[in-house]
């Protein structure tokens, strides 16, 4: 289920307690993209963990990742649009490109390789339609987690096809062995992450989550 709050963990009581906080000081509508205090948290969160310069107008806090996804896929996709998803994948990357009659290709994963994707399949399945490659960094719902190089190749697929690199990074700090990156060091692709507080902050039930958004650089 993705949910660690069912399996004995908990919500911080420091998170609890700046919620209910906030609750006694108010409780009406937000700025549509987000909370500007929350977006500028992110920015600096990313700044420190993964080194990328963002500003507050690049970060969009949104109903949980679901929703990122599915604002994302509603701007990027017309009809018939294809976008490459690992096989397998996080059920939503499909679902919601069919809902906005788009194709979701699913390239292949080594699974006696620890799922590592296959590039060559990748380039295989990249046609004139293609709008973007989706990596889930570590992966749900093999549980993978791609190194450095391994970003490196797919984002040079990315630039040789002028593709979006579209990165979930929702698990990022829950890595044990070896360094998480962000394909934003990248420099010469757009770059898409999705993150948010259900998982590395124990708070499925809060349903927050956001989009970045990193250009050319």
């Given at each position: 289920l993705?949910?660690?709050n069912?399996?004995?963990?908990?919500?911080?009581e420091h998170?609890?307690?700046?919620?209910?906080?906030?609750?006694?000081?108010?409780?009406?509508?937000?700025?549509?993209?987000?909370?500007?205090?929350?977006?500028?948290?992110?920015v600096?969160?990313?700044?420190?963990?993964?080194?990328?310069?963002?500003?507050?107008?690049?970060?969009?806090?949104?109903?949980?990742?679901?929703?990122?996804?599915?604002?994302?896929?509603?701007?990027?996709?017309?009809?018939?649009d294809?976008?490459?998803?690992?096989?397998?994948?996080?059920?939503?990357?499909?679902?919601?490109?069919?809902?906005?009659?788009?194709?979701?290709?699913?390239?292949?994963?080594?699974e006696?390789?620890?799922?590592?994707?296959?590039?060559?399949?990748?380039?295989?399945?990249?046609?004139r339609?293609?709008k973007?490659?989706?990596?889930?960094?570590?992966?749900?719902?093999?549980?993978?987690?791609?190194?450095?190089?391994?970003?490196?190749?797919?984002?040079?697929?990315?630039?040789?096809?002028?593709?979006?690199?579209?990165?979930?990074?929702?698990?990022?700090?829950?890595?044990?062995?070896?360094?998480?990156?962000?394909?934003?060091?990248?420099?010469?692709?757009?770059?898409?992450?999705?993150?948010?507080?259900?998982?590395?902050?124990?708070?499925?039930?809060?349903?927050?989550?956001?989009?970045?958004?990193?250009?050319?650089?």
């Amino acid at each position: 289920l993705g949910d660690p709050n069912k399996f004995d963990f908990d919500t911080p009581e420091h998170m609890k307690n700046a919620v209910i906080n906030e609750m006694h000081r108010y409780n009406g509508y937000g700025d549509s993209e987000g909370i500007p205090e929350l977006r500028q948290a992110i920015v600096k969160r990313e700044k420190e963990k993964n080194n990328i310069d963002l500003e507050v107008g690049d970060v969009l806090v949104t109903n949980g990742t679901s929703e990122a996804i599915l604002m994302l896929y509603g701007a990027l996709l017309n009809p018939g649009d294809e976008i490459l998803v690992p096989g397998p994948v996080y059920p939503p990357y499909v679902g919601l490109a069919k809902f906005f009659d788009g194709n979701p290709v699913a390239f292949r994963t080594i699974e006696e390789e620890n799922w590592v994707p296959d590039v060559d399949d990748i380039r295989k399945k990249i046609t004139r339609k293609t709008k973007a490659i989706v990596l889930i960094n570590p992966s749900n719902p093999t549980g993978a987690f791609y190194d450095k190089k391994t970003l490196q190749k797919i984002g040079d697929i990315a630039a040789e096809h002028d593709l979006i690199f579209i990165s979930d990074e929702i698990y990022d700090t829950m890595v044990f062995e070896g360094t998480h990156f962000s394909p934003s060091f990248i420099k010469d692709i757009p770059v898409v992450s999705l993150n948010g507080a259900s998982k590395a902050y124990l708070a499925t039930g809060w349903r927050v989550g956001w989009l970045m958004f990193r250009d050319y650089n």
